[in-house]
């Protein structure tokens, strides 16, 4: 079964940087598709940043620029690096994985419906 577990969340003030973190356990493939996903209190979940089963990443326009998300496969870690943080970017922050996907297979990346596997989240909270 597979276990994701978020952390690295806090409050900062605009301009200010995080660093979030999501340890995988559980996997049954090195090439799962991972991504994060953040969800403001009273708006629907939007996808962050992905990566493919190529580790091809996508980004949401929101945060292109400000945001990079990467990984480490020995530590199964995945990080998501904010900088620039700016009030709207205040939500909870959650991973998700799913099963590999091929190289051309026709799926969005930042669409929350295409993964089965959630953490719990971490909150983000950015001040002006």
């Known amino acids: 079964q597979v276990h994701l577990v978020e952390s690295g969340g806090g409050s900062v003030q605009a301009g200010g940087s995080l660093r979030l973190s999501c340890v995988v356990s559980?996997?049954?493939?090195?090439?799962?598709?991972v991504g994060w996903f953040r969800q403001a209190l009273g708006k629907e979940r939007e996808g962050v940043a992905s990566?493919?089963?190529?580790?091809?990443?996508s980004y949401a326009p929101s945060v292109k620029g400000r945001f990079t998300i990467s990984k480490d496969n020995a530590k199964n870690t995945l990080y998501l690096q904010m900088s620039s943080l700016q009030p709207e970017d205040t939500a909870m922050y959650y991973c998700?994985?799913?099963?590999?996907?091929?190289?051309?297979?026709?799926?969005?990346?930042?669409?929350?419906?295409?993964?089965?596997?959630w953490g719990r989240g971490t909150q983000v909270t950015v001040s002006s």
């Open positions: 990566f493919d089963s190529y580790s091809r990443t």
């Open positions: 998700a994985s799913d099963r590999p996907r091929p190289w051309s297979a026709n799926w969005d990346p930042l669409r929350g419906d295409e993964y089965n596997n």
């Open positions: 559980g996997y049954t493939y090195s090439n799962y598709v």
